[in-house]
C-alpha cells in the first residue's frame, strides 16, 4: 500500500481513537516521514516505537532497515499493525506497556507520547534505556518548553538527567490540523542524541541527587544536601570542593555544578 492509501485509512480511524489513553493520529505523512528520517536508522539496528496508534510512524519505520519493535496497550492497533505489516520480518507489532518494558536493548528509540504519561515514559526511557544513542519524541508544545528548561519553576531534575545523557534539539511544531480526532494543543517534535561516556548508572546517582535537592526548592543547596546526606559538615566540603556556592538554590545550578557536585561525594 503506498502512503497516500495509507493515510487515507488512517484517517478512517478517527472515531476509535482512545480518549482515555489520550489517542490522537497523525495523518500529515509528510510530517510522519519527517521524524522517521530524523531517527536516522541504520541497518540492522533495534528500533522501538512508543505508541503506535494506527500506524503514522510505523509506516515509515516499515520502509528502513532497522528491526523495529511496536509498543501499544491498545489490542485493537496491534491487531491491525500485524495485519498491514504481515508480510514484513523487520516490524513487530507487541501489546505492550512500555512502562513495564525491558528497554535496555534499542539502539534507538521514537513515538508520539501521550500527554498524560509523558513525564513517566521519559524517565523510563532516560533510566533503562541504556543502549539508545538517539531518540526522537513528539510530545505537547508546553510539555516539550517544560522538559527544555534549564531555568526557573520548569527546571527541575528531569531536566539536569536530560542535559546529563543527551543533547537536546527541537525539530519542528506540528499544528492541531495534522491530527485526527482534532487536539486542542499545539505538538514538538524533538530528538535526543547520546552523549559518549556517561553510564546509566553515574546517571540514575546523579538523578537521585537533583531529586533530593529540588525536594527542597526553596531552601539553599547547603540546607538540602545537609539533609540528604544527614551531615552538614560533609555537605560543606562537597560544595566548596565542587566550588558551588552554598548559598545558591538548587534551580541555579547548571548540569556543569550538578556533575561535580556528583563527583565530590564519590
Do not use: W
Not at 86 to 97: C, E, R, W, Y
Request: net charge neutral; charged share 25%; glycine share 6%.
Amino acid at each position: 500500500m503506498n502512503a497516500d492509501k495509507y493515510f487515507e485509512k488512517i484517517k478512517q480511524y478517527e472515531l476509535m481513537a482512545s480518549k482515555d489513553i489520550g489517542q490522537n493520529f497523525l495523518v500529515d505523512q509528510k510530517v510522519a516521514e519527517q521524524i522517521v528520517d530524523a531517527l536516522d536508522i541504520h541497518p540492522g539496528e533495534k528500533v522501538l516505537e512508543i505508541g503506535p496508534g494506527a500506524g503514522s510512524l510505523s509506516y515509515f519505520l516499515s520502509l528502513t532497515s532497522g528491526d523495529c519493535d511496536l509498543f501499544d496497550i491498545d489490542s485493537r492497533f496491534i491487531e491491525k499493525l500485524k495485519e498491514d505489516f504481515a508480510s514484513l520480518n523487520g516490524i513487530h507489532p507487541k501489546l505492550q506497556n512500555v512502562l513495564s518494558a525491558d528497554l535496555s536493548s534499542y539502539d534507538k528509540i521514537i513515538g508520539n507520547l501521550p500527554y498524560y504519561i509523558t513525564s513517566s515514559i521519559i524517565e523510563r526511557f532516560l533510566l533503562t534505556a541504556s543502549k539508545c544513542q538517539k531518540a526522537v519524541f513528539m510530545v505537547q508544545k508546553e510539555a516539550y518548553s517544560r522538559l527544555a528548561a534549564t531555568s526557573g519553576e520548569d527546571y527541575g531534575p528531569m531536566n539536569v538527567l536530560i542535559s546529563f545523557l543527551y543533547e537536546g534539539k527541537r525539530l519542528l511544531n506540528v499544528p492541531p490540523s495534522s491530527f485526527v480526532p482534532r487536539p486542542h494543543v499545539s505538538s514538538t517534535v524533538f530528538s535526543l542524541s547520546r552523549k559518549g561516556g556517561v553510564s546509566i548508572e553515574r546517571a540514575s546517582a546523579l538523578y537521585a541527587l537533583a531529586k533530593a535537592l529540588f525536594s527542597r526548592r526553596r531552601k539553599t543547596v547547603l540546607n538540602s544536601l545537609s539533609a540528604y546526606l544527614g551531615n552538614g559538615e560533609k555537605a560543606a566540603s562537597a560544595l566548596l570542593k565542587s566550588c558551588i556556592d552554598a548559598r545558591k538554590r538548587p534551580e541555579e545550578l547548571d548540569i556543569d555544578a550538578f556533575a561535580k557536585l556528583l563527583s565530590s561525594l564519590q
